[in-house]
């Protein structure tokens, strides 16, 4: 009876431990709502994913002992670029933050009375250098040099400022020979006319036909005013002009010239306007267009300004009126 109903105890043993076996595989199988609830409560406890932090242009933190603003702006210009990746190819296409970055720093350098010229190339090689790392980047970041200091709609243009870059581009190896090419005419055309040489020789064509040089002009000073009458820009120019006591007193004096020069071809329209032109200034046009098929000057904007001294060397390049009127209060309370 004994052996009996220890067999009856095995044969349920073996019963229970196969149904369990067999729920175990069904586990593995499929899973049960319960353990579906318990493991999305457990991914829902999870931390979340790790996302990439958004692009940002950090600024290089300034000494607390440069105390005094010129040193700041220095050191902020020499250190600008020290946080940007360079090699990270998505700033290429974020303008947001890119270009505006660099439209930052293009307003540092344009402060002369802060930032020596001799400095402001040295950070300009030094943000180019950094590019040169990516023929991509280096391509859009002498596209932001061309657009902010040579295109003439920019109110930082500035050529010496572009001068530097485009010599640092003939000797990159991201530029193709036909693109080299291409900068060597730029570069050719962008030192003649610089402050301290002597301004190009030209004719200049009067209304009664008469032709005359620029070299021929006897004055103690030039004001070289390239302009086209249905330019508005060119009127506000040619009123600032006319409402300067001091320039108004120097060519009344005889002192300065005003050469008002319309280098364009459309005569016709430059016959109309011209009594709009002061009668004790020089009205003339290029005849021969020579001015623009010699790119003798570069007229990349029109109104642009030049002082010249009595032999003709070249004071102020693409200047303001307002800068004109300084130089010459300068020089004549020197005198």
């Not at 220890?6 to 043993?13: G, I, K, Q």
């Not at 002369?112 to 790392?133: C, F, H, I, S, W």
């Not at 306007?273 to 003798?296: C, G, V």
Request: charged share 25%.
């Amino acid at each position: 009876m004994k052996k009996l109903a220890l067999l009856v105890f095995l044969f349920l043993l073996l019963s229970c431990s196969g149904k369990k076996g067999n729920d175990s595989l069904q586990d593995d199988r499929q899973t049960s709502p319960a353990h579906s609830r318990k493991a999305s409560q457990n991914d829902k406890n999870r931390p979340a994913a790790q996302t990439e932090a958004p692009k940002t242009f950090i600024m290089p933190e300034i000494p607390p002992m440069l105390v005094e603003s010129g040193s700041r702006t220095l050191y902020l210009l020499n250190h600008y670029w020290d946080n940007f990746d360079f090699s990270d190819t998505s700033y290429i296409g974020l303008k947001e933050i890119t270009e505006r970055a660099f439209i930052h720093y293009a307003q540092m350098l344009s402060q002369r009375d802060v930032v020596p010229y001799d400095k402001a190339v040295e950070g300009m090689l030094t943000m180019l250098n950094k590019a040169q790392m990516d023929s991509g980047m280096y391509r859009y970041f002498t596209g932001l040099c061309k657009k902010y200091f040579y295109r003439g709609n920019s109110p930082m243009m500035n050529d010496e400022y572009y001068i530097p870059v485009l010599e640092h581009m003939l000797q990159s190896p991201h530029l193709a020979p036909a693109s080299k090419k291409a900068v060597e005419l730029d570069l050719k055309r962008l030192k003649r006319n610089l402050p301290g040489q002597s301004a190009e020789n030209f004719d200049y064509t009067l209304h009664s036909g008469k032709t005359q040089t620029l070299h021929q002009l006897k004055a103690e000073y030039i004001l070289l005013f390239f302009n086209n009458p249905d330019c508005p820009a060119c009127k506000e120019v040619q009123e600032q002009i006319s409402a300067s006591p001091l320039l108004s007193k120097l060519i009344q004096k005889g002192s300065i010239k005003v050469l008002a020069l319309y280098p364009d071809s459309d005569l016709a329209s430059w016959d109309k306007h011209r009594e709009q032109i002061p009668s004790a200034w020089i009205n003339a046009y290029d005849k021969d267009q020579r001015i623009m098929l010699d790119e003798l000057y570069d007229l990349k904007a029109i109104p642009m300004l030049y002082l010249l001294d009595g032999q003709k060397k070249v004071l102020i390049r693409d200047g303001k009126v307002k800068q004109v009127e300084q130089l010459l209060s300068a020089i004549i309370q020197q005198e």
